[in-house]
């Protein structure tokens, strides 16, 4: 059974700093992997999703890197801003088992940037 | 493009009741996706439709809950009888093929 997991669970960092946010997945038979942002009361967004043939997507000041035969993937944040604070999760879509469709959701990294 | 477009916003409820949740997905999506997001369990996918057809509604905790797509814009998330421990904030998300947009959620409390 796929699992993700998000380290750390929540982050405070002051304004300007550089920041990783990690996820980790139990089972490297994934068709993409996803980093949404969350508001406080509000929906998901995307932020960058990567195919599985791909090692990293770039928007802006975000990066995502996947290493798929270690299970894990990473969000960079650059020069964190105020407006960065939210929570982000991690998904993950398996390639296996009719769930091509099945977005499975890591518990979420809080991140507060402190002007 | 309004988005996905989720009623009601809120809902406060008593144990017992019926509670129906109301989604709009984007048109032209064939995909639709309910969720459910918890303090406890985090996001979880509940039941998913391709081309107004459920496909996989494994995720359904148990028989008081249904879900039904009569047509390409619109689904409904049944719950009857409702229970405290369905509160949550329940999500809908539309898409083509596996680039999901979710809508704003419904806060549901039952008392």
């Known amino acids: 059974k796929q699992e993700v997991t998000q380290i750390p669970a929540a982050l405070s960092v002051p304004e300007g700093e550089n920041l990783v946010l990690n996820c980790s997945f139990t089972d490297s038979a994934i068709y993409n992997l996803q980093w949404f942002r969350q508001d406080p009361g509000k929906g998901l967004t995307s932020l960058l999703l990567i195919q599985s043939s791909q090692r990293e997507q770039t928007s802006g000041r975000l990066n995502a890197s996947l290493d798929k035969s270690s299970g894990r993937s990473t969000l960079y944040i650059a020069a964190s801003q105020p407006g960065d604070s939210a929570t982000y999760l991690c998904a993950v879509r398996p390639r296996y088992g009719g769930a091509t469709n099945k977005l499975i959701f890591g518990t979420g990294t809080l991140l507060a940037v402190q002007p | 493009d309004a988005g996905v477009i989720q009623s009601p916003r809120h809902e406060v409820t008593e144990m017992g009741q019926e509670v129906t949740l109301r989604c709009k997905p984007i048109?032209?999506?064939?995909?639709l996706f309910w969720y459910r997001q918890t303090m406890m369990r985090g996001l979880e996918l509940l039941i998913y439709?391709?081309?107004?057809?459920?496909?996989?509604d494994s995720g359904m905790p148990e028989d008081r809950f249904s879900a039904k797509m009569p047509n390409a814009s619109f689904s409904t998330l049944k719950i009857q009888p409702s229970e405290p421990r369905d509160s949550a904030v329940y999500f809908c998300?539309?898409?083509?093929?596996?680039?999901?947009?979710f809508g704003p959620g419904t806060r549901l409390t039952v008392l």
């Open positions: 439709f391709n081309n107004n057809v459920p496909i996989d």
């Open positions: 048109s032209g999506h064939d995909y």
């Open positions: 998300a539309s898409g083509r093929e596996t680039n999901e947009i």
